[in-house]
């Protein structure tokens, strides 16, 4: 929630990626919001019926960004505020040639399609903060400005990087344009489905031997509602996003009553492939420093600029998954329970 007062709502609002679940639910509480006369809901795919009928109001266009289309749209509708939440696909679909496109190119064209319409005036992208890559040598927290010790060269870290320079370049292009740029920690929750929902739901988790990464999360909620907030509230800039906290890797598994197996680095990604039966989506080997070293960000833009303060910390989001996100411990609590007066009563027996 925001302790600045929110602005003057934008007047016509297009929203890219509305089949995703964070752009589709986007387009659903921006359409709730009377003050915004126009909320259209751009895709290449047509949304699920109940996520359509959770948009009400809005417009929905099927049309590929990446295509000239999307520069008719924003001229058609006299859109004033983009919200790139295209990216957002990166939560569910494996990372290929053809999502790359998607990402890169289709940002390219929005940003070109923004450039040569007059009346927009801001862009919001969601980018991810998955571009300060992971390793031994990060720091203990990312600043918006800390440079990454070991760039993404491949992978959604790559294609974010890059499509942050063409959001960049089209605010030095067009200077009455306002950017922002969101860059959420690993988003969980209980009905989005993201790599780190699906590794953490494995019963048998493949984790790094010798290594205690830091983690640090995004509830669902709150990932949504720093994109309304950035949509309502006219801050420019580039803001990291994460809840209150850290959990060690160790911590997360344990709590959710799931067995760690200590693993090389190199073999969590494949080994995962084999332990989640065909779950979607799966753990990539650029996911392998994250998952070993962790990541954690510096938040204090996020509420002294941007205004958003989360309403869930990373453990909160952590047991919100756990309680109702459909993973069953295997081990549960009450073998936890009998394991700890086990442990109290030897150690007793000892002294």
Same mark, same amino acid.
């Given at each position: 929630?925001?302790?600045?007062?929110?602005?003057?709502?934008?007047r016509s609002v297009l929203v890219t990626?509305?089949?995703?679940?964070?752009?589709?639910?986007? /387009?659903?509480?921006?359409?709730?919001?009377?003050?915004?006369?126009?909320?259209?809901?751009?895709?290449?795919?047509?949304?699920? &019926?109940?996520?359509?009928? &959770?948009? %009400?109001?809005?417009?929905?266009?099927?049309?590929?960004?990446?295509?000239?289309?999307?520069?008719?749209?924003?001229?058609?509708?006299?859109?004033?505020? #983009? /919200?790139?939440?295209?990216?957002?696909?990166?939560?569910?679909?494996?990372?290929?040639?053809?999502?790359?496109?998607?990402? #890169?190119?289709?940002?390219?064209?929005?940003?070109?399609?923004?450039?040569?319409?007059?009346?927009?005036?801001?862009?919001?992208?969601?980018? *991810?903060?998955?571009?300060?890559?992971?390793?031994?040598?990060?720091?203990?927290?990312?600043?918006?400005?800390?440079?990454?010790?070991?760039?993404?060269?491949? %992978?959604?870290?790559?294609?974010?990087?890059? #499509?942050?320079?063409?959001?960049? %370049?089209?605010?030095?292009?067009?200077?009455? !344009?306002?950017?922002?740029?969101?860059? @959420?920690?690993?988003?969980?929750?209980?009905?989005?489905?993201?790599?780190?929902?699906?590794?953490?739901?494995?019963?048998?988790?493949?984790?790094?031997?010798?290594?205690?990464?830091?983690?640090?999360l995004l509830h669902e909620e709150d990932?949504?509602?720093?994109?309304?907030?950035?949509?309502?509230?006219? /801050?420019?800039?580039?803001?990291?996003?994460?809840?209150?906290?850290?959990?060690?890797?160790?911590?997360? /598994?344990?709590?959710?009553?799931?067995?760690?197996?200590?693993? @090389?680095?190199?073999? !969590?990604?494949?080994?995962?492939?084999?332990?989640?039966?065909?779950?979607? @989506?799966? !753990?990539?080997?650029?996911?392998?420093?994250?998952?070993?070293?962790?990541?954690?960000?510096?938040?204090?833009?996020?509420?002294?600029?941007?205004?958003?303060?989360?309403?869930?910390?990373?453990?909160?989001?952590?047991?919100?998954?756990?309680?109702?996100?459909? *993973?069953?411990?295997? !081990?549960?609590? %009450?073998?936890?329970?009998?394991?700890?007066?086990?442990?109290?009563?030897?150690?007793?027996?000892?002294?």
């Amino acid at each position: 929630m925001s302790e600045q007062s929110v602005a003057s709502p934008p007047r016509s609002v297009l929203v890219t990626g509305a089949s995703t679940f964070l752009g589709g639910y986007v /387009v659903s509480r921006l359409a709730e919001n009377p003050g915004i006369e126009r909320v259209v809901a751009v895709d290449s795919r047509i949304p699920s &019926k109940t996520l359509m009928r &959770k948009m %009400g109001r809005a417009e929905f266009l099927r049309l590929d960004i990446r295509r000239p289309a999307i520069a008719k749209a924003l001229a058609s509708y006299q859109v004033d505020t #983009v /919200v790139h939440a295209a990216p957002s696909i990166m939560d569910s679909v494996e990372h290929s040639a053809a999502i790359k496109e998607l990402n #890169v190119v289709g940002s390219m064209q929005v940003c070109a399609a923004c450039q040569r319409t007059p009346s927009v005036k801001r862009l919001i992208l969601r980018s *991810t903060a998955m571009i300060y890559g992971a390793s031994s040598g990060d720091p203990a927290y990312f600043a918006e400005s800390t440079p990454a010790r070991r760039e993404p060269v491949r %992978g959604y870290g790559r294609d974010m990087l890059d #499509v942050e320079g063409y959001a960049r %370049g089209l605010a030095r292009r067009r200077q009455d !344009i306002e950017v922002t740029i969101l860059r @959420p920690q690993a988003i969980l929750g209980p009905r989005i489905a993201t790599r780190m929902s699906a590794y953490l739901a494995l019963p048998l988790v493949p984790v790094a031997a010798g290594r205690q990464a830091r983690l640090q999360l995004l509830h669902e909620e709150d990932a949504l509602g720093a994109l309304e907030h950035a949509t309502l509230n006219r /801050v420019g800039g580039t803001f990291n996003l994460a809840g209150d906290g850290v959990v060690t890797m160790a911590q997360a /598994v344990h709590r959710a009553g799931h067995v760690p197996l200590p693993v @090389p680095p190199r073999l !969590i990604a494949p080994l995962a492939g084999v332990l989640r039966e065909g779950r979607f @989506p799966s !753990i990539r080997s650029e996911q392998e420093g994250y998952l070993a070293f962790g990541r954690v960000l510096d938040t204090t833009r996020m509420r002294a600029e941007l205004g958003f303060h989360p309403s869930y910390t990373t453990m909160e989001t952590l047991d919100d998954f756990i309680e109702r996100g459909g *993973t069953e411990p295997l !081990i549960g609590p %009450g073998t936890w329970r009998s394991l700890e007066q086990r442990a109290v009563s030897a150690a007793t027996a000892l002294q």
